[in-house]
């Protein structure tokens, strides 16, 4: 990314990880403009959710074709998306679409986030399929551009350690 571009960021994790929180708190603080992934699901794939059965590649699919279009909207004006990015083949396709885009994979323990999933409420992804997303996720490698964010903090204490990291890039 060049110094003088706003940053492109997408702020990763399993389901209940602080997506949303921590990314409209990292668009705040930069002054960037925010989308929610959630936001970019067809109706099939939230009934599907709702219904408690967890999304394959191909419902993801055009999901993540949405957000690739997003970010290649922002690229070099900056901006802050939530997705979960939880194949490396997922973020691929996201960083094809936008080559300077870090990722901030939010990362907890599964008690952690299976806490957080029971206290929320209106939310159409039902708790029992964080261990679906567990299983499916592949941590970043060493080759792609982004950091793992632990979320154990306060969202305050997050969204620092993130904006921190996305800086080191």
Not at 11 to 16: D, E, L, N, R
Not at 104 to 120: F, N, P, Q, V, W
Not at 135 to 151: C, H, K, M, N, T
């Amino acid at each position: 990314m060049s110094r003088n571009a706003a940053p492109l960021i997408v702020v990763m994790g399993v389901s209940g990880s602080g997506k949303t929180t921590i990314g409209q708190k990292i668009a705040q603080r930069l002054a960037l403009p925010y989308a929610e992934a959630d936001d970019f699901h067809p109706s099939q794939n939230v009934a599907k959710m709702r219904a408690g059965i967890p999304l394959d590649d191909e419902d993801r699919r055009p999901w993540l074709e949405m957000i690739a279009t997003w970010l290649a909207e922002h690229a070099g004006r900056g901006g802050v998306v939530t997705c979960s990015a939880l194949k490396r083949r997922y973020r691929d396709r996201l960083a094809a679409a936008a080559p300077d885009v870090f990722f901030l994979h939010l990362d907890g323990s599964a008690e952690l986030i299976t806490s957080r999933l029971a206290a929320r409420q209106g939310h159409f992804m039902p708790p029992h399929l964080l261990q679906s997303q567990i299983d499916a996720l592949e941590p970043l490698a060493a080759d792609e551009s982004g950091a793992v964010v632990p979320i154990e903090g306060t969202p305050e204490q997050t969204t620092t350690l993130a904006l921190t990291a996305a800086k080191k890039r």
